[in-house]
């Protein structure tokens, strides 16, 4: 289940253009596994957060 996750986490962030944010991915320290969060930014030439 973790691995199937993480393979989601890394289609996720190769899909994404290079100015939609990116992915963290911080290791959990009870039970494993990973917590991913997105963080959008903010694209100046399109005139919005992505």
Not at 1 to 23: D, E
Request: no cysteine.
């Amino acid at each position: 289940m973790k691995k199937i996750a993480m393979v989601i986490g890394i289609l996720s962030v190769l899909a994404t253009s290079a100015n939609a944010g990116y992915w963290t991915h911080t290791p959990n320290i009870y039970g494993g596994g990973y917590t991913s969060t997105y963080t959008p930014t903010y694209n100046t030439l399109m005139g919005g957060w992505y």
